[in-house]
């Protein structure tokens, strides 16, 4: 039986589907892709601008309810979700690498568990389907080959250090190239240099996201990447601890001074041991984003040495879901920064 509804019909009724970070409807945004009609059922594809969008749910809801309200008709709606990832145009321009967006993980001042919460975050984006890399930028700390479980030193092909893969995400790590007990002192032009290295000499792959583990503080790091590198977005990590607030602003200050757009602040360690709320009071304070509070657990730091990120080891649970949140709200504040691009 030749079908009543017709591409035009579905069309109209998705143009009230308003994408809720983008403010426009997804026909507009060309988010619609492969509409087929068999008698009265309706299929189409709804293209995501990333893989770890933190609003399909609410598209997949509306675009249901659009349809049902503009064409009554119709019988089974099929809607699938497939994404493209935009990129910072400004990482190809300048580095020729193949890594679509580049984000900064910051602290103020060490302890407050930055990089925990750094591997956290890549490794939910790349379970969620994201190619997702890690680069530990902590010269003087490069712990991230611990708490991924990565072993190292990296293999070499045509010159150039070949990133290890742990949990989904490719990683390289000062850790792997230096003696674990030996001591970095380097500032200035040798750790512009080393930083430089880590991005020039490595073979990433095509990554839609690279997330770099800054050093705690404000320094020569922090400078020399943004120098070297063009950062689409930034997190400061906080503990609740009125110490650790006083450090976190200039954390943020520091990525406002140097032009990298915030995407909010994660208040970490929460809890009766350090109490709560300071991730809040930043977030009011700057006028950003309070992205997630990650509670303390006890199971995270046996889990942490032995090289198994809390999301991997505890997929349930309420501090997984919490990183998952955090993760899929970085991807679509990227991806607002990208479609816009108003750098």
């Known amino acids: 039986m030749a079908s009543k509804i017709t591409k035009q019909q579905v069309e109209e009724a998705l143009k009230t589907v308003i994408e809720p970070e983008l403010k426009k409807d997804l026909i507009t945004l060309n988010f619609i892709r492969n509409i087929k009609i068999s008698g009265n059922n309706v299929s189409f594809t709804i293209m995501l601008t990333t893989p770890a969008c933190p609003m399909k749910d609410v598209l997949e809801d509306e675009s249901t309810a659009a349809i049902r309200t503009h064409i009554p008709e119709a019988g089974?709606?099929?809607?699938?979700?497939?994404?493209?990832?935009?990129s910072d145009s400004r990482i190809s321009e300048k580095l020729q690498l193949p890594i679509k967006n580049i984000v900064a993980v910051s602290?103020?001042?060490g302890g407050v568990g930055k990089t925990t919460v750094a591997a956290n975050i890549a490794v939910c984006l790349?379970?969620?389907?994201?190619?997702?890399?890690?680069l530990d930028a902590d010269i003087y700390g490069p712990n991230m080959p611990l708490l991924m479980g990565a072993a190292g030193p990296p293999s070499q092909k045509g010159g150039k250090l070949v990133?290890?893969?742990?949990?989904?995400?490719?990683?390289m790590s000062m850790g792997f190239l230096i003696p674990e007990a030996e001591a970095l002192v380097w500032r200035g032009p040798m750790l512009h240099n080393a930083i430089s290295q880590l991005f020039s000499e490595v073979l990433w792959s095509e990554?839609?996201?690279?997330v770099v583990d800054l050093?705690?503080?404000?320094?020569?790091?922090?400078?020399?990447?943004a120098q070297l590198v063009p950062l689409t977005g930034g997190i400061v990590v906080t503990g609740p601890q009125k110490i650790a607030l006083s450090d976190a602003r200039r954390g943020i200050t520091a990525f406002n001074r140097l032009g990298v757009p915030l995407l909010g602040v994660v208040e970490n360690m929460s809890g009766e041991v350090f109490g709560r709320g300071g991730g809040a009071t930043l977030a009011k304070e700057f006028g950003i984003d309070l992205l997630g509070i990650i509670d303390l657990h006890p199971d995270m730091p046996k889990e942490t040495d032995e090289g198994k990120p809390f999301v991997t080891t505890h997929p349930d649970h309420a501090i997984s879901k919490e990183f998952f949140k955090i993760s899929r709200a970085i991807a679509g504040k990227i991806s607002v920064i990208d479609f816009t691009d108003h750098r």
């Open 207 to 210: 990554l839609d996201y690279l």
């Open 76 to 86: 089974d709606i099929d809607i699938h979700f497939d994404s493209e990832v935009r």
């Open 126 to 134: 790349a379970q969620d389907g994201a190619r997702t890399g890690i």
């Open 107 to 109: 602290s103020g001042k």
């Open 215 to 225: 050093p705690p503080g404000t320094g020569d790091a922090q400078l020399s990447l």
């Open 163 to 171: 990133p290890v893969r742990a949990h989904g995400v490719e990683l």
